[in-house]
């Protein structure tokens, strides 16, 4: 085949060009972004999404990603990544080309927090690589912001300038506005050298007051599967046949109240029933919530456990001495006004090494931007846990 | 036509390198341990290393332990940050100044936690020559072109939403007979599946025993068939798959470990075994399953895998003493204590065998000294913990904060 004649490859050039720079009209935007937000599971509407991506990206300028931004509000998680990808190519392309986005729509859009987590942060990612000085003004107005993720900065900055200055109002601040474990502790520390008392189960909102029961039989890991009393019915004034743990003695088991003195909300059921192996407990509570309204429990634990909320199960997970941490797992329940039941499950299984003597979970009870939401009877936390001591 | 005549006198798997590079400037390195993920590369890089072979050194946005991939003059990596590791980095450099050509951010869907020694950007992506494959411990998945543009993306943890694994996952894919074998082995949910390269769809999906796996799958070419089968290592043993099926071709049923993947030779596959050393098998070809050659209990794979070469295999333990072995016998001609410890693999370039060390410590040892004998060493002075990668005579290594290509 003949190379084309410069003639034909300036053609092909200008077209390419024309391609380019012709940006696509509203209506065509709208319905390229249409088929990003219909990605579904097992990559159903990848090829359709891959068609509008690269469209998009070709095609839309810095005047289009506001639209790009707000369509992220309606967008799930997998529909959000298209569409951030999408915005990062036009932003690469337009600074590339000289004319970057500019700070003030992506801060317009920023500041606004009626819109949605996934577009606000990425709004705030474009604006601290492509105008930082922008972004440095704006960092301390987000010390409150409903998004977590954008309170790090302001939270690290007052943290570290009201350390320096010793002002205790000010970390007193600095630790209300932190949701981020790490930036808790780092301001509950300081706090506590000055003097003060935090209260860490109540700022995250752990449950403290349980119910247990156990042990029952997890002999070759049975139990995860099996389906003792407490998952038929909670009755707290019911007595079962537990599992023998050691010969002769009386297998009769009985709900036995545990209020955890963590700070951090673990309910250690090696405490209530045992330093056990190949063994079930379970752990109920009642939290009795102001209102109705959307809630998420988060949850930590590195036993095999399962999770019912007002009787309907919610998540289980047969994995074992992983590890655990705070808010390892989250999920969106719907509190009713009033009392709410929570059944948790936990088995330990047969491993050796220390390692695995873990018996435990934290769970507690926030908003979507991890904000405690107190029960309205909620108890004092216990002393032990104000003081930080393990 | 000249093309045509060096072919003929390569190895296939240098010829499709050559087919998919479409420059032969350089030797692809499209996946974990590269062609055939044997850790075996085609060129050679310099046995006596010195800084003044570092070409250049590239700053990272974000932690990982994934290998650099190369194709032709681009150099790909991931990388994770954010305080929960949850920005997924897909990087593009220029192979020939280390300058970043582009990146693509994305969210992570999955679940980031892991253990501290690892991180989300633990899996290599694979490359088909033409499309990068980019999967996370998260579980997210994605496909670009070389120019960065999103073709695909999958989340498996949304997907099937029990497959994870708190400790992180580490599996790095692979390509098989143009299917993207995904190995997403964990307590919970836990499958491997052949992926769709073009859409991302699952072609087939397996599943298997319900423990968690960090090896990465192997690919060996059947002589007699011409075909590929995928080879699975896990806890309950080794199963070839047919990559376009998904279907078993054979079972070895002696327990794999799940840290350190097995080592591929063209005819002897080398699996380390938990608490007893590395046994080799012979591959024999179409459904039967290959025979033991040998078993022994002083050869151990710790983290790093073994690599095949030649008539050899050589695997670096705990204590960071590397073995060779002769594969047919099981003879050990020499061991040498390496300056360890190590996370990533050893790889073969030529003769020369390199290994980093957790330190950051790059070695080179001589495989043909009667002894063994170390032939270089360059301390990079950070934490690495990736299986380097290999392309005509360079080196690439990664940290959490930088990329280097050694070598010329």
């Known amino acids: 085949m003949p190379l084309p004649t410069l003639t034909t490859a300036a053609v092909l050039a200008a077209a390419a060009v024309l391609t380019v720079a012709a940006p696509p009209s509203a209506q065509a935007l709208e319905a390229e972004i249409d088929q990003l937000l219909a990605v579904g599971p097992e990559g159903k509407g990848n090829p359709e999404a891959a068609a509008a991506w690269k469209s998009i990206a070709a095609q839309a300028t810095p005047a289009d990603v506001p639209a790009l931004l707000a369509a992220m509000d309606k967008a799930g998680p997998l529909a959000a990544n298209w569409i951030r990808g999408a915005v990062l190519t036009v932003a690469d392309r337009s600074q590339a080309a000289g004319s970057p986005l500019t700070p003030d729509s992506l801060t317009a859009f920023l500041t606004k927090t009626t819109h949605g987590p996934a577009g606000r942060l990425l709004a705030a990612d474009l604006l601290k690589h492509s105008h930082p000085d922008t ?237 405690a939401l107190l029960a309205s009877d909620r108890p004092a936390t216990p002393p032990a846990a104000l003081t930080g001591k393990k | ?164 694994n708190s400790l992180g996952m580490a599996s790095s894919p692979i390509l098989a007979d143009g299917v993207l074998i995904t190995q997403i082995e964990n307590d919970g949910e836990s499958f491997t599946a052949g992926i769709d390269p073009a859409t991302g769809q699952n072609l087939w999906k397996l599943d298997r025993p319900k423990n968690a796996n960090w090896t990465s799958p192997t690919a060996w070419k059947d002589p007699g068939s011409g075909r590929l089968n995928v080879l699975v290592t896990a806890h309950e043993g080794v199963l070839a798959l047919d990559p376009r099926t998904g279907k078993e071709q054979w079972t070895l049923p002696k327990p794999g470990t799940t840290i350190p993947s097995g080592g591929i030779g063209e005819n002897h596959f080398a699996v380390p075994r938990p608490g007893k050393g590395l046994a080799v098998w012979t591959l024999t070809g179409g459904t039967s399953p290959p025979q033991l050659a040998w078993e022994s209990p002083q050869i151990n794979s710790d983290t790093a895998s073994p690599v095949i070469q030649g008539s050899r295999v050589y695997a670096i333990n705990g204590a960071g003493v590397l073995s060779c072995a002769e594969l047919t016998t099981g003879d050990r001609p020499w061991k040498l204590r390496l300056e360890g410890p190590f996370s990533g693999s050893p790889v073969m370039s030529g003769n020369t065998l390199f290994a980093v060390s957790e330190r950051g410590l790059l070695q080179a040892v001589d495989t043909t000294s009667a002894e063994g004998a170390i032939s270089g060493k360059l301390d990079l002075a950070e934490t690495i913990l990736c299986t380097p990668s290999l392309s005509g005579t360079s080196i690439y290594v990664r940290s959490d904060s930088h990329l280097w290509r050694i070598g010329r």
């Open chain 1, 135 to 371: 972004w440095k003004t704006l960092v301390p107005t987000f010390l409150l912001d409903p998004v977590p993720a954008l309170r790090r900065e302001p939270v690290a900055l007052l943290t570290t300038s009201a350390t320096a200055a010793k002002d205790k109002s000010q970390l007193r601040q600095a630790l209300d506005a932190a949701r981020d474990e790490d930036q808790v502790r780092a301001a509950a520390d300081e706090l506590r050298t000055l003097g003060e008392t935090v209260d860490l189960p109540r700022h995250f909102g752990f449950l403290m007051d349980w119910q247990v029961i156990g042990p029952f039989d997890n002999k070759s890991r049975s139990g995860y599967a099996a389906v003792f009393p407490p998952e038929l019915s909670i009755d707290l004034n019911a007595s079962y046949q537990g599992k023998e743990v050691k010969p002769g003695a009386d297998p009769t088991i009985r709900w036995k109240p545990f209020t955890t003195e963590d700070e951090f909300g673990v309910v250690d059921l090696n405490k209530p029933l045992g330093m056990l192996k190949e063994v079930t407990g379970y752990a109920t509570t009642t939290y009795t919530s102001p209102e109705a309204r959307p809630a998420e429990i988060r949850l930590g634990s590195k036993n095999a456990w399962k999770l019912w909320f007002n009787g309907t199960p919610v998540f289980a997970r047969d994995e074992y001495h992983r590890g655990m941490k705070i808010d390892q797992y989250r999920f969106p329940v719907e509190l009713k006004a009033g009392p709410n039941t929570i059944l948790m499950k936990l088995c330990q299984n047969e491993q050796t090494e220390t390692w695995t003597v873990q018996w435990d979970f934290q769970l507690r009870i926030c908003d979507a931007s991890g904000t």
């Open chain 2, 1 to 164: 036509m000249k093309t045509q005549a060096i072919r003929r006198r390569l190895p296939s798997a240098a010829a499709a390198i050559l087919t998919f590079s479409g420059a032969t400037a350089y030797a692809d390195w499209l996946q974990f341990r590269g062609p055939d993920a044997s850790g075996r590369g085609t060129g050679q890089a310099p046995a006596a290393l010195a800084p003044s072979d570092i070409v250049w050194k590239a700053d990272l946005p974000g932690r990982g332990l994934s290998s650099p991939l190369i194709a032709g003059n681009k150099v790909f990596l991931t990388a994770a940050s954010g305080p929960d590791q949850e920005t997924l980095h897909v990087l593009c450099f220029d192979n020939t100044s280390g300058k970043t050509l582009w990146e693509r951010r994305f969210q992570a869907t999955g679940r980031t936690m892991c253990h501290e020694k690892t991180n989300v950007a633990a899996p290599t992506p694979a490359s088909d020559g033409t499309r990068l494959f980019a999967l996370f411990s998260s579980n997210d998945c994605f496909c670009l072109d070389f120019d960065g543009n999103l073709l695909w993306l999958r989340s498996f943890t949304l997907d099937y939403p029990n497959a994870s």
